[in-house]
């Protein structure tokens, strides 16, 4: 499985965290300092909102543990709102009101704004997703259209033209959609090329590995469970520093349209 606290009781020694909260310019959230959120439709699941517009961002990312006979049949997205979700680990039913897909790791779907997700822990194990939802920003001429995969079965593109740095885009470069998905994998010793800054904003789950991540020109350590937001132009890259796997986490990115005035 993927990260999960099993804390309960007190710590060892005084409470601290790793946390950083910068509203509107950027924020880290280590895994073991989230806690359970009640979200109507999300039934025998632990589930924690991460990025929302309360943080600044222009999307709501979610990181949700689906335990036996764990589901959402109330119905995620839709009504101008599009969705995706990611599976850490487990297996996953999604049905769009038409179809079932079934993903394993690695597996996901994204449905345009004017479907609903229903979601269903596919096993009697827990199921771990990263669950995603934004308002839909169409433009005329275009719409995007589902999107089911799996990034164990795409070939991964070298980031930049760096041979330790890999990236898998999830959906297609189409005016149709406005955001895409992406996974970014640091091979130990690898970072970013330049420390980038630009106009678009990410919501970053880490899935694996260790590093140091620069935010806003403040270089603070990151591992397996942390949550990232980054909002518009903050300065920001990363280093991988784990020696026994790569640092990798699955990101969100607007893109494809002019900002607005």
């Keep these: 499985m993927g990260y999960k606290n099993n804390q309960t009781g007190y710590l060892d020694g005084l409470l601290s965290s790793r946390a950083v909260i910068k509203k509107n310019n950027y924020a880290l959230i280590p895994h073991d300092?989230?806690?359970?959120?009640?979200?109507?439709?999300?039934e025998n699941c632990d589930c924690s909102i991460l990025g929302s517009k309360q943080l600044g961002a222009n999307f709501v990312d979610y990181i949700i543990t689906l335990h036996k006979d764990g589901k959402?049949?109330?119905?995620?997205?839709?009504?101008?709102?599009?969705?995706?979700?990611?599976v850490i680990d487990g297996v996953l039913k999604v049905n769009d009101g038409t179809e079932t897909?079934?993903?394993?790791?690695?597996g996901y779907v994204y449905l345009p704004a004017s479907t609903l997700m229903y979601l269903?822990?596919?096993?009697?194990?827990?199921?771990?997703?990263?669950?995603?939802?934004k308002r839909y920003q169409p433009l005329e001429g275009y719409e995007a259209h589902k999107v089911v995969g799996n990034v164990n079965d795409m070939e991964p593109i070298e980031y930049e033209g760096m041979k330790d740095v890999l990236l898998w885009d999830f959906l297609p470069k189409d005016l149709g959609f406005d955001m895409n998905?992406?996974?970014?994998?640091?091979?130990?010793?690898?970072?970013?090329?330049?420390?980038?800054?630009?106009?678009?904003e990410h919501g970053a789950y880490l899935l694996s590995g260790q590093g140091m991540y620069n935010l806003d020109n403040e270089?603070?350590?990151?591992?397996?469970?942390?949550?990232?937001?980054?909002s518009s132009y903050v300065q920001q890259a990363a280093y991988a520093v784990g020696r026994d796997e790569p640092l990798m986490y699955v990101y969100s990115k607007d893109c494809n349209r002019d900002p607005e005035i």
């Design 33 to 42: 300092g989230l806690v359970n959120n009640v979200i109507p439709g999300f």
């Design 72 to 86: 959402n049949q109330r119905g995620f997205g839709g009504d101008g709102v599009e969705t995706i979700v990611y």
């Design 101 to 106: 897909h079934e993903l394993t790791k690695g």
């Design 120 to 133: 269903e822990n596919g096993q009697d194990a827990d199921t771990e997703i990263f669950l995603y939802k």
């Design 181 to 200: 998905f992406h996974i970014l994998s640091f091979e130990p010793g690898a970072s970013h090329g330049y420390i980038e800054t630009h106009y678009q």
């Design 219 to 230: 270089w603070m350590p990151v591992e397996k469970g942390d949550y990232i937001f980054m």
